[in-house]
């Protein structure tokens, strides 16, 4: 606690001096004794920085906005990583089953990604990353890794009592529209009046109301996505149909077919096998997404306690 307490009294006197010389340096920030260049932010955040490249290039005071945005996340998870590194060397874990930990990833790591220690050596040179940076890089993954699960991760229990409260307090997140289980036989126009296609489906109308079966003509003659499934569309939402087919399925009682539905490019045979009134999802199907949710919640308070009680125990300054 003493040689904490020194090393935040040092890291104070010399604050003025690492300002005076942030820009030079490049420095973000400090968290105790260690600094955070402003290259190892931009390193942090490289693969971010090129997919917002490629998704605003065509808009770039959009991809300087993002980008800002990703950079100072980027420091400020760089500095989460420094507050628990610090809380390692300073709160009594085991370095030495740590190392050995360590010493199993980077023999995992050879054999997932470079075959042998020599290829290892080989693309390290050429990265210009000597094998103790690159063991670091691991041991410090395994120290954030570690920590956070034992600080955040086990801390967490998502009850039956609270998904049950979440799902009756939250119905209209669960909320379904109208349903309907459609089979449908599609008939593409070739133009606006193609009447071929229309004496075609006129056709087909007449045999399904002379008793022929409406899975074989719509697997024979049906032109949609769904004729291997026998022009099956299962349940869909009828607010999710186009307006002409919602429009036709809304007085159809489960069994019947509809006339034939002439819309601006197909012509289509509609059958409605069942249907469903709006209603909440029932609680045994949204449980697991419930659960998940609770979960990121209760990790992202979690985390948060626990970051913020290491703020208050370490030096912090940004640039």
């Known amino acids: 606690m003493k040689s904490f307490r020194f090393i935040l009294v040092l890291a104070t006197l010399l604050a003025p001096a690492v300002s005076r010389a942030a820009v030079a340096d490049g420095i973000k920030a400090v968290v105790n004794a260690s600094a955070i260049t402003f290259a190892e932010v931009e390193d942090y955040t490289r693969p971010a920085a090129d997919a917002l490249r490629r998704q605003f290039a065509s808009q770039p005071d959009v991809f300087q906005q993002k980008l800002n945005e990703a950079l100072n996340d980027g420091l400020e998870q760089l500095v989460e990583r420094q507050l628990i590194l610090h809380s390692f060397d300073t709160e009594g874990y085991n370095s030495k089953l740590l190392d050995s930990t360590v010493d199993e990833m980077v023999q995992e790591r050879i054999q997932e990604r470079f075959g042998?220690?020599?290829?290892?050596?080989?693309?390290?040179?050429?990265?210009?990353?000597?094998?103790?940076?690159?063991?670091k890089q691991l041991r410090e993954r395994a120290i954030e890794s570690a920590l956070r699960n034992q600080n955040v991760q086990r801390e967490i229990i998502i009850s039956p009592y609270k998904v049950e409260n979440f799902y009756l307090a939250n119905q209209a997140k669960f909320a379904v529209d109208d349903q309907v289980k459609l089979r449908m036989i599609v008939f593409p126009k070739t133009s606006a009046d193609d009447t071929n296609a229309v004496?075609?489906?006129?056709?087909?109308?007449?045999?399904?109301?002379?008793?022929?079966?409406?899975?074989?003509?719509?697997?024979?003659?049906?032109?949609?996505?769904?004729?291997?499934?026998?022009?099956?569309?299962?349940?869909?939402?009828?607010?999710?149909?186009?307006?002409?087919?919602?429009?036709?399925?809304?007085?159809?009682?489960?069994?019947?077919?509809?006339?034939?539905?002439?819309?601006?490019?197909?012509?289509?045979?509609?059958?409605?096998?069942?249907?469903?009134?709006?209603?909440?999802?029932?609680?045994?199907?949204?449980?697991?997404?419930?659960?998940?949710?609770?979960?990121?919640?209760?990790?992202?308070?979690?985390q948060k306690q626990w970051i913020d009680g290491l703020k208050k125990k370490t030096f912090i300054r940004y640039f």
């Open 116 to 135: 042998d220690r020599v290829t290892l050596m080989k693309t390290l040179q050429a990265q210009g990353v000597t094998f103790e940076q690159f063991r």
């Open 199 to 302: 004496k075609l489906a006129q056709e087909i109308a007449v045999k399904i109301k002379e008793g022929a079966s409406f899975v074989e003509m719509a697997t024979v003659y049906s032109q949609g996505s769904q004729q291997h499934q026998a022009g099956d569309w299962g349940w869909i939402e009828t607010g999710k149909l186009r307006k002409e087919l919602a429009e036709a399925a809304a007085p159809l009682a489960p069994g019947q077919t509809s006339e034939v539905i002439n819309t601006d490019d197909s012509l289509y045979l509609m059958l409605v096998e069942e249907k469903k009134p709006a209603h909440a999802k029932p609680l045994a199907d949204v449980r697991d997404e419930i659960e998940k949710s609770l979960r990121v919640q209760q990790q992202a308070q979690l």
